[in-house]
């Protein structure tokens, strides 16, 4: 089983995207910062190890707001765990890491045009999880 841990930065309506350059498939360019966890790695650790390698930052994640299990069998399934990164301010520094052409503000509105449709849903499950009283964790299956 593979492990992921991304965080979820906002600001208003808007939400942290990365942008990893051309891949070969349209959602693989765009997505919330984060990593694959590593053997024995817990989420929050490659939530945490991924923010920093990418964009510079060190944070704690608020909060899981949202869990995406997708699985064929015990080899192909992968868990996406979705943390609360809490808002930024709308001046900060970022040191792009490794892999990493930039990073842009998106309108949740907007999101299609940039990522697949399952990673919108999770994106905007997330997001909604993590509005002032929305509830608990969100589990997202397919």
């Known amino acids: 089983m593979r492990i992921e841990g991304l965080a979820l930065f906002r600001r208003e309506e808007d939400v942290l995207l990365l942008d990893r350059g051309p891949r070969l498939r349209k959602e693989q360019r ?3 910062p984060g990593a694959m966890a590593l053997p024995g790695e817990l ?4 939530s945490r190890r991924g923010v920093r390698e990418a964009l510079g ?3 704690t994640p608020r909060g899981l707001l949202a869990v995406h299990a997708t699985s064929a069998d015990d080899e192909t399934s992968h868990h996406t765990f979705i943390f609360d990164g809490g808002p ?5 520094d970022l040191l792009l890491g490794e892999g990493v052409l930039g990073c842009l503000w998106v309108h949740r509105d907007n ?3 940039l990522v697949a449709e399952r990673v919108e849903w999770r994106i905007n499950v997330a997001a909604d999880a993590g509005a002032i009283d929305a509830g608990p964790t969100r589990y997202l299956i397919s």
């Open 30 to 32: 765009f997505d919330l």
């Open 57 to 59: 930052l060190e944070f």
């Open 111 to 113: 999101l299609r045009d």
């Open 43 to 46: 989420a929050t650790s490659a």
């Open 88 to 92: 930024l301010k709308r001046s900060f």
